[in-house]
């Protein structure tokens, strides 16, 4: 009876011994795949298309808000300061719906920081983004300064009150329009097909009231 209680130990100790080797191995290429995968979302086959889409609609912004801002600040008959709210608005809505899908249509290092804090975009790719945001930034200021000319002034706006009340309404404003885009573009319960217009109509209403 020993000699078989002996040897029932050693075949289930053997069978223990095969399933734990059989886990192991077949746990190892999951976990390669997986350190392969992880690398390819970091650094996906696309990342040019999203860091193109991210130059693109940056420059954009820029040209609109900036240009319609110059143009008001110059000849306000022809566009008012609504009306260049509203257009900085609308540009931000067709952005966001035109290369939304391709990169997110940050069009801000703001907003790209702020989803890379929140772990809604990954860390490694942020200084892509800013790179394009600025590189799409500056290009429109150049363009508007020799489509534009003789206009100097373009797009830029000076408090008319104290500075710190400029700068409280600044985090006001800034509050609002960061805290709508996270809350549309990163919570799933939000319809996301509204996401746009949502984070149009912020930046229209915030412009209204501090542009």
Known sequence: MATNSRSNS????SSEIHDIGTVQNSTTPSM???TERSIADYFPPHLLKKVVSEVVST?????????AAAISAHDVTRISQL???VAGGLIVVVMIYAVGHISGAHMNPAVTLAFAIFRHFPWIQVPF????QFTG???ASFVLKAVLHPITVIGTTEPVGPHWHAL???VVVTFNMMFVTLAVATDTRAVGELAGLAVGSS???????AG
């Open 59 to 67: 420059f954009l912004l820029v040209f609109v808000t900036c240009g």
């Open 168 to 170: 409280v309404i600044e």
């Open 10 to 13: 050693r075949a289930t100790f």
């Open 137 to 139: 930034a500056i290009c």
């Open 129 to 132: 983004y800013w790179a394009a």
């Open 83 to 85: 009306g260049q709210s």
């Open 203 to 209: 930046v229209c209403i915030t412009s209204i009231f």
């Open 32 to 34: 390669v795949y997986y």
